[in-house]
């Protein structure tokens, strides 16, 4: 049974960090490629960022581009997302995802606020 259980999210000031990190199980994690979606209040999920199987990146949206970045542990079957800079517009439920399993975390909340 595939898990994603997302963690790291809190409360952070305009202008910090936060590493969120998804920890999956129930698959052979290294081949696969994983994504980190996010969804701010009355708005749609969007792709934030990917990661294929090599480990190559891809960096979804414009406005995190040179502040967010995505990475892999494939020996810890988990995947992160550091965020630097952070803004207020950040705020959203992050969630990790496996696209091609159709398989989603529960997600964790970002809050940007001063």
């Known amino acids: 049974q595939v898990q994603l259980v997302e963690s790291g999210g809190g409360l952070v000031q305009p202008g910090g960090s936060l590493r969120l990190s998804c920890a999956a199980s129930?698959?052979?994690?290294?081949?696969?490629?994983m994504n980190w979606y996010r969804q701010a209040p009355g708005k749609e999920r969007e792709l934030v960022a990917a990661i294929d199987d090599t480990g190559i990146i891809t960096i979804k949206l414009d406005s995190v581009k040179g502040r967010f970045t995505i990475s892999r542990d494939n020996d810890k079957n988990r995947v992160y997302l550091e965020m630097n800079r952070l803004k207020p517009e950040d705020t959203a439920v992050y969630t990790c995802a496996v696209n091609s399993l159709g398989s989603w975390g529960q997600g964790t909340q970002v809050t940007v606020s001063s």
């Open positions: 129930g698959f052979t994690f290294s081949n696969y490629a």
